[in-house]
């Protein structure tokens, strides 16, 4: 399989993927389709399209880099819990961005990376459900607490 088929598989699977995935994550739903495909390959070909702005590299200290398809301008929230990202349908404020960039002039910024850091939905929901859990036991041990000093006050 050549280059060209090669890299095409790759841009068109990560543009149906809207999970911004690493590129191991890509290359777990490539391999089954383009076995003759390596996550070198993979790698190789994600970074040379973000260079040359076909895709967004996604990069955050310590973590591992994610990409997306979708080009266009858009901010990003990442869930502080599993650390999924989604797409913001809040417009690019080009303003906010120069004005970050000019704070630190001796730094020579081109450019601001700006995340937003919040629950997703589903995480949201689990830890609501924890709290629930957790007021249901504390309510039990109130519970049994009373039971017991009853047992005390009636001698038994
Ligand atoms: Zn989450
Ligand atoms: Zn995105």
């Given at each position: 399989m050549n280059k060209t088929v090669q890299r095409e598989a790759i841009l068109s699977e990560l543009r149906k993927m809207n999970t911004h995935p690493t590129a191991d994550e890509l290359y777990a739903?490539?391999?089954p389709k383009v076995p003759q495909i390596s996550l070198g390959t993979i790698y190789r070909n994600l970074e040379d399209m973000a260079n040359r702005g076909v895709i967004r590299k996604l990069e955050l200290t310590g973590r591992q880099k994610r990409f997306d398809?979708?080009?266009?301008?858009?901010?990003?929230a990442r869930c502080r819990e599993c650390d999924r990202i989604f797409n913001l349908a809040?417009?690019?404020?080009?303003?906010?961005?120069?004005?970050l960039a000019s704070l630190m002039p001796e730094l020579g910024c081109s450019g601001v990376y700006?995340?937003?850091?919040?629950?997703?939905?589903?995480?949201?929901?689990?830890?609501?459900?924890?709290?629930?859990q957790k007021a249901k036991e504390v309510e039990q041990d109130e519970k049994r607490e009373v039971v017991s000093l009853s047992a005390v006050r009636t001698g038994r």
């Open positions: 739903v490539l391999r398809g979708d080009a266009s301008p858009h901010y990003h809040a417009p690019r404020l080009d303003e906010v961005d120069k004005l700006l995340e937003w850091s919040g629950l997703c939905p589903a995480c949201r929901e689990k830890e609501q459900q924890l709290q629930n």
